[in-house]
């Protein structure tokens, strides 16, 4: 969520810090700051609420400069936004940390603090880790050793990168439950919790592993696992550019994605199907091994990734025939599951790195062998520490709102449908149909881009307050991530209701002023969805229908507006009309004026609980 960026080199490296920065924004965040250990040995820090931007202008009119320094974008967990709370922390003037997590002890280690007479400047559960580290140097413990001794006496998660003043050449960074990722330069060494936020200083990466401890140096790095032991970690090189995470031709990174659907969607069936078959090494070596095992199926997920989910225990247990369950990882974990030795347990995050959605697998791993990640993100934590992986490739999504992240991940379990249902009740010759209706998307998602009506529409919603979205069977899930868009990003108040549903109270909501839009693909419950409409205009409800253009409207004309969506087979069609309600929201947000890439309050990857 908060963003981290730290250096060690022989130049100035406020200026690498400063760009890291505005390379994770994206993350979503309300502060920022930057501290460095100047030529002096002094420790210089500024920090401004608001945009990366505002950072940059203080340190024009305030310019600081060193060769060893952190930064760090926040999104606000404990205490209110502002300079106070904003990181970097410093400790006596002479330790600085940034820190990403939430250390649930801080309590009871603020008041041991205060005891020992450290005195508080913020509300943040961060301040506490720099004063525990000063506490251990202040008994005579170098840098290294102090962060050792003071990671033990925290209780969450945290990425950490750590100066002090006394030790110039030194950085410190530490690991567990929050990504952080080191970068190997030419005589100098970055971290960061994002390799984009490093991609103009290099493109090798070390990613830390979960209890990891790295003391880094100008010209030698070393680092320590979770046991304490010294250890070598692969050097990977990336091959992300800068380009890849810059808007292009686009007004927003949300627009750029939503073009890129037709790209990625190839991509993420390139090579993994071969004369009309799902190739079961696509997930991993032993997946035939794996996937002959399966009875049934638990997903795990959280935001639109549940929402694909939902979308796949439709397919699962109409194609295939299996039994599935989708639960929402933060109460997954709450709870005790019975689950049993031949279920597949499915996780489902873009970053990878989602804390309640790896919490949940953790809390399966021992009892549970049958594990499958979909990620998007190779190097992460959910990847490592899954049985079997299905990377969607959908390349960097820098919008806060997820697009081509969600449509790969449909894909993905598309795939893992046929796969799994070849072995219950799924014939070849549908599992080939199902297919060669795949590589038809691309050409229909371009045509869905390119329905200018639907901007035209965005219009209709400029005072919007509420707005409700319909779906029928699979189509409900898809509502449902069509709500989540419109709430996301243009702070719309939306809800999605199987249409059935409506009668049984929303049905009291609608009037004039609360628009309704629903989704109708010719999948045998279009009549059923049409009559559900009926009861919305006999209330002078106003209705917004994205339809299959094969179906017959005549009924509704001049009573609601309707845009036609290319004819798809009803078991893809989620893919499709997944892309118009993105498009929608979209440019609704436009026409609002909101900040369609970092809507407020949100962050793109949850990396706290």
Known sequence: ???????????????????GLRRLEYRGYDSAGIAVVNDAACLERVRRLGKVEELARSLVTQPIKGGLGIAHTRWATHGVPSEANAHPHICDKKVAVVHNGIIENHNALRQQQMANGFKFTSETDTEVVVHQIQSYRLKGDDLLAAVKHAITDLEGAYALGVIAVDEPGRLIAARSGSPLVIGVGFGEYFIASD????????????????????????????????????????????????????????RHFMMKEIHEQPKVLMDTLEGRVYDGRVLDNAFGADAAEVFDQVKQVQIIACGTSYHAGMVARYWLEAMAGIPCNVEVASEFRYRNPVINKDT????????????????????????????????????????????????????????????????????????????????????????????????????????????????????????????????????????MEGALKLKEISYIHAEAYPAGELKHGPLALVDPLMPIIAVAPKDGLEDKLKSNLQEVLARKGEVYLFADERLDTSDLDGACHVIQVPAIAAEVAPILYAVALQLFSYFVAVRKGTDVDQPRNLAKSVTVE
């Open 1 to 19: 969520m908060c963003g981290i960026v730290g250096a060690v080199a022989e130049r100035n490296v406020v200026p690498i810090l400063l760009e």
């Open 195 to 250: 390799v984009a936020a490093l991609l103009p200083v290099t493109q090798r990466f070390i990613f830390l592993e979960e209890g990891d401890i790295a003391d880094i140096h100008i010209d030698a790095l070393q680092i320590f696992d979770k046991s304490g032991e010294l250890v070598e970690r692969e050097i990977r090189t990336t091959e992300l550019s800068m380009d890849a995470v810059s808007r292009g031709k686009f």
């Open 344 to 479: 597949l347990v499915v996780t489902i995050s873009q970053s990878g790195e989602t804390a309640d959605t790896l919490a949940a697998l953790r809390k399966l791993k021992e009892n549970c062998p049958l594990s499958l990640a979909i990620c998007n993100v190779p190097e992460s934590s959910l990847v490592r520490e899954s049985r079997l992986v299905l990377m969607t490739r959908a390349g960097p999504e820098i919008g806060v709102a997820s697009t081509k992240a969600f449509t790969t991940q449909l894909i993905g379990l598309m795939l893992l449908t046929l796969a799994l249902g070849r072995r219950h009740q799924l014939t070849e010759v549908t599992e080939k149909q199902i297919l060669t209706e795949l590589n038809g998307l691309p050409s229909l998602i371009e045509k869905v881009i390119n329905t200018d009506q639907i901007e035209i529409w965005s219009d209709n919603f400029k005072d919007t307050l509420n707005a409700i979205f319909l779906g029928r069977g699979v189509q409900y899930p898809i509502a």
